[in-house]
């Protein structure tokens, strides 16, 4: 049972970070363009 609490804690924080990483990649790339 704890277990699963832990498994489902680590499977938000992953996906946050993953949310994260897409924003951050959206938004340099968009930067890379407009300086273009």
Known sequence: ???TIIVQS???I???V???SIC???SFF???E???
């Open 34 to 36: 407009m300086q273009v």
């Open 30 to 32: 968009l930067f890379r």
């Open 18 to 20: 993953d949310i994260v």
């Open 24 to 26: 951050t990649s959206l």
């Open 10 to 12: 680590w499977y938000k």
């Open 14 to 16: 992953l996906r946050l």
């Open 1 to 3: 049972m704890r277990f």
